[in-house]
């Protein structure tokens, strides 16, 4: 698996590549032939959302390459070895393409023939000037022939990156009009987005809701791969979405069963992410603790035990994420994006409009918080306070997703503060758990005691300090 950094750019064909040596030693030119065959789907589904998959022969890294969309100015490349059969994609990498191919085939689509010429730059650009043939296949196959220039970083930081894009412009190249190759070569229809009045409240939320929905599928494959913060990320977009559909009900209408199934999603990719969590917290707490306060392997318990939960959580969202169930729920955002049905709302003027249900969900914060402290039974208002924790998470959701960022940040202060309250219990109630199951072992349990003293602790104090917390945000 790799991070690329690079830039495109069109040339003509009569492009000289200019004279790079004063940037750094130059390495080169080294020449390759690179044939590559592109799989996808038979109606572009990879294409269509800037992913490629390709067997490539030659050059410095022959073998399969699964190319997935740009993320913060890179794309993540995943590598395997070349296998014999050019018919039959590695299982790894078709799996990771579930969320795009929803159980459709996989076939050879196209093939890109390319002469590269490269040249390194200070060991840490490298500079690859591509003459390529490009072959659509089908009933009429099609060819098409051009020259491209690609700065790659290789090594270092990203000023010798622009240096060099900057020397390239200068000779008269441009930056590439298609995000890949392959791209040009098929020219993939876009997912379809809802042609909805400019400047309407509907086009705002619909926007949002496919960029959302575009955040979800970019971590699918980092989630099956179990990859650093994917899952929190991917649930944290399902999150967005079920609160814009809840918010924006007036705008984009009757999505209650795509509600219901994020909230599905949302609570399988929960499981693991919140074992993670809490095993960081423990392990950080046990850190802390003086060693003469540790007793018992309660370290395996809390980190081993914990760990193999969670290893186990992310084996069922592996299968969630391959099941039916998350397709037809991944069809029916593509539909509420491409045809979604339009509310009263949704043709009026986004500023107003939007601005009010924003306002409207914010005053349902101070309502839930209102009623939270007539509560006087410590159960009930625990679930009451809960409530409000949860409409500060809509209203934060619904602020960020219009740019109104004073009140989203308010809402956010109100959802941390309950939070670190909400996390105190929870860690408690795991600390119970896992302390009763050591009991039945013969374990020593003394210092689940002391754990579960400092997570009270923590979550009276978060519950103690939220009063000031409301105040502030209420004068902010």
Known sequence: ??????????????????????????????????????????????????????????????????????AKGARQEIQLPLTRSTKVVPAELADLVQGYTRGAELRVVA???????????????????????????????????WREVEAELVDGDQDLLAKVGKRLRKAGAVPASSASKLARLLEPAPPVRANVEHGSAGEVVVNYLADQVAALLSQDPRARRAEDDAVHQMRVASRRLRSALKAFASVVKDTEPVQEELKWLAAVLGEARDLEVIRARFAERLRRLAPELVAGPIQVRLGDDLGKREEEAHGRIRETLSGPRYFALLDALDRLVAEPSLGKTAGKQAGAALSAIADKNWQRVSKAYDHARTVTDPGERETAMHEVRKAAKRARYTAEAIGV???????????????????GVVAQETLAREAESARQAGEDTFTYGVLVGIERAAAERAHADFPQVWAKVQTA
């Open 1 to 70: 698996m790799g991070i690329e950094i690079e830039d495109k750019f069109d040339v003509p064909g009569d492009y000289e590549v200019p004279d790079l040596s004063k940037l750094g030693q130059i390495t080169g030119p080294k020449s390759y032939q690179l044939v590559a065959l592109y799989y996808d789907t038979a109606d572009l589904r990879l294409a269509a959302r800037g992913v490629t998959l390709r067997r490539r022969r030659g050059g410095s890294d022959p073998g399969w390459h699964l190319k997935l969309p740009k």
């Open 111 to 145: 093939e890109l023939d390319t002469r590269r010429t490269v040249t390194l730059v200070a060991g840490a650009v490298e500079v690859a000037d591509d003459r390529v043939k490009g072959t659509v296949f089908g009933d009429e196959p099609r060819v098409q022939r």
């Open 405 to 423: 960022d004073k009140l989203a940040e308010r809402a956010e202060a109100v959802q941390e503060a309950l939070g670190a309250h909400q996390d």
